[in-house]
């Protein structure tokens, strides 16, 4: 297991083979074995096998070819609608229509999909997260029919690779790591947790690619720009909205 956890690969091309369902079943099982908020399990997951609606889906992840290379998609939601009407019939009133329960849901879901994932790659499967769930929340609750209470966050697709990328390199254990209590970074301390990723051949290569300076340029310029930032935040607060999480009364 700690083995499968160092080696994780974000796979984006995919064999057209398809995933016994005994398998499917072991990855779904260990999802629902993640740790939960009180043991609600206010999350549920959308499997998509269906060609038809992979192709739907399709346009809701930017048209990311592995969404249909790939023979499932997961789509993980936070969900507060089977729970809220378990509480009904059983004369409890359930006060889960409020951000504080849409955020216990998310974090639900997300580890549910981790799970998910260490159990994919531990049957010789590739997954890659699909960050386009949060941005296109909207169309995917009408692609899958999500009534209100279900707000998906995050979408994996699964199946066996048919590539087999670097390791994707992560910054020092120093930078993510505070002992006790938060330490800030000085100007100093920054530059040396970000000198290998900076001076690494592939970020020389993306500079010149997107005609930057520095690597930092690429993400505020480039992967995620302030205006869209701002333009998905907003949709996705409507789309919290809509489906019944932002009553602060």
């Not at 993980?76 to 809220?84: E, M």
């Not at 960050?131 to 707000?151: E, F, H, N, R, S």
Request: glycine share 4%; charged share 25%.
């Amino acid at each position: 297991m700690n083995k499968t956890i160092k080696n994780h690969r974000s796979i984006r091309k995919y064999k057209s083979k398809k995933i016994d369902k005994a398998i499917l079943d072991e990855i779904l099982n260990a999802a629902t074995r993640a740790s939960t908020t009180g043991n609600m399990q206010v999350y549920s997951i959308v499997v998509t096998q269906d060609e038809k609606i992979k192709e739907q889906l399709l346009g809701a992840h930017f048209n990311q070819a592995m969404l249909t290379q790939a023979p499932v998609v997961l789509t993980f939601c936070a969900d507060f609608n089977r729970f809220n009407k378990w509480c009904n019939i059983n004369k409890a009133e359930p006060g889960y229509d409020n951000f504080l329960s849409f955020y216990t849901a998310s974090i639900d879901a997300l580890l549910a999909a981790q799970n998910a994932v260490i159990e994919a790659e531990e049957q010789g499967l590739g997954i890659c997260y699909l960050g386009t769930t949060t941005y296109m929340a909207k169309k995917i609750i009408d692609i899958l029919d999500l009534p209100k209470g279900v707000v998906p966050v995050t979408t994996l697709v699964v199946g066996y690779a048919d590539e087999t990328p670097d390791l994707t390199p992560r910054l020092p254990l120093k930078s993510v790591v505070h002992f006790e209590k938060y330490h800030d970074f000085d100007e100093d301390m920054i530059k040396k947790i970000y000198h290998e990723r900076e001076n690494s051949e592939e970020t020389k290569q993306l500079l010149e690619e997107n005609q930057k300076e520095t690597l930092a340029q690429i993400f505020t310029d480039n992967r995620y720009k302030k205006q869209d930032n701002i333009f998905f935040s907003n949709e996705f607060l409507k789309v919290i909205e809509e489906q019944g999480f932002m009553n602060n009364k």
